[in-house]
């Protein structure tokens, strides 16, 4: 039987959505409810995506500890169901600071980010810049306590809070920005854009299924393929990006300016649109093989998989 992906991902969005809110909640302790950082951070956060990360790291989490249903509330407390849901949202808060940051003038000088005007345009850019920083620690002591609240010891939460620090510093996705700016303007070689791409999209992606397989306390083989696969999907993810890029224009895809536009090198400009095609479809089957390798069977992760390079947007 086929995987009804369409269904898992608005179910699962669903929930994302909710934590997101506990999130924002915890996190507008710090500017009162009036000031303008307060609506900037619910304009970066809760301005649409496919929330991939947080869905990855709960289909991650599913796939180590065999549960095929979403968490049902009976039989365990509400707080704790909803842990694995506010442990996945940190890595959300991540990704919005990144992206209310990368549209700054200083960096993409974005006007168009989800169909919306980017956070800056909307709210000023003093602004913008005090959300996003305030997402940062806020993002990792949200994943502190939703493990806890998980029930998980003290090693196992430290190494949650690492698997999402690392991925979001400067040897993941902090460092790919830097290598990304350093690059503007200039052909990169096939090696360097996917060094670039490894760490500024696809750290975050590899640490949200590792963040998923931290939580279910996963043995070492199952943690190994997933992080093949997330660098796999991660890659993936990237390649298809380029594709989009290349053959969709701003209003479908809900943002401007383009990665031409920004002189940036792409799959698609140093491999050519067919090779990038294949190389998308490649780090697929790599990605499903390495689930195979493990035993495990995950078919939401596998037609996860196979939605990071046919997504429309
Ligand atoms: C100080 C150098 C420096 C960096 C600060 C700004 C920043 C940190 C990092 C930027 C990282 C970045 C913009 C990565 C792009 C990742 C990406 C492909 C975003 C689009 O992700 P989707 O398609 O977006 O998942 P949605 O809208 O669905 O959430």
Not at 10 to 16: F, G, H, S, Y
Not at 19 to 33: G, I, M
Not at 37 to 53: D, N, P, Q, Y
Not at 140 to 152: K, S, V
Request: charged share 25%; net charge negative; aromatic share 4%.
């Amino acid at each position: 039987m086929s995987f009804d992906l369409d269904t898992y991902l608005e179910e699962e969005r669903l929930r994302v959505e909710e934590a997101l809110e506990r999130a924002l909640f915890r996190l507008q302790e710090l500017p009162s409810v009036d000031d303008p950082t307060a609506a900037a951070l619910r304009h970066g956060v809760l301005s649409g995506g496919k929330r991939l990360r947080p869905v990855l790291c709960v289909t991650a989490w599913r796939a180590c500890t065999e549960r095929d249903e979403p968490p049902s509330e009976g039989g365990r407390s509400v707080a704790a169901s909803q842990a694995i849901y506010d442990l996945a949202a940190a890595l959300e808060l991540i990704h919005a600071y990144s992206l209310v940051h990368d549209d700054l003038p200083c960096m993409d000088d974005a006007e168009l980010r989800r169909g919306r005007p980017t956070t800056h345009r909307a709210l000023g850019e003093d602004v913008a810049m005090r959300a996003g920083a305030v997402l940062i620690p806020g993002a990792a002591l949200h994943a502190r306590a939703a493990a806890r609240t998980l029930g998980l010891g003290g090693e196992a939460v430290r190494q949650v809070v690492g698997i999402l620090l690392e991925a979001s510093g400067a040897g993941g996705m902090v460092g790919g920005q830097w290598l990304d700016l350093r690059g503007e303007g200039r052909a990169l070689d096939a090696e360097e854009l996917d060094g670039l791409h490894r760490r500024k999209t696809g750290a975050l992606l590899t640490g949200s299924l590792l963040l998923g397989a931290a939580a279910a306390e996963a043995e070492e083989p199952v943690r190994d393929a997933l992080r093949r696969y997330g660098r796999a999907v991660g890659l993936a993810f990237q390649v298809a990006d380029d594709i989009l890029d290349a053959t969709q224009d701003a209003e479908t895809l809900g943002k401007n300016p383009s990665d031409q536009e920004l002189d940036k090198s792409t799959y698609v400009a140093v491999h050519g649109l067919g090779a990038a095609r294949g190389r998308a479809a490649e780090l697929v089957a790599d990605a499903r093989e390495a689930l195979d390798g493990a035993g495990l069977g995950a078919p939401a992760l596998r037609a996860l998989a196979d939605f990071v390079v046919e997504r429309r947007n």
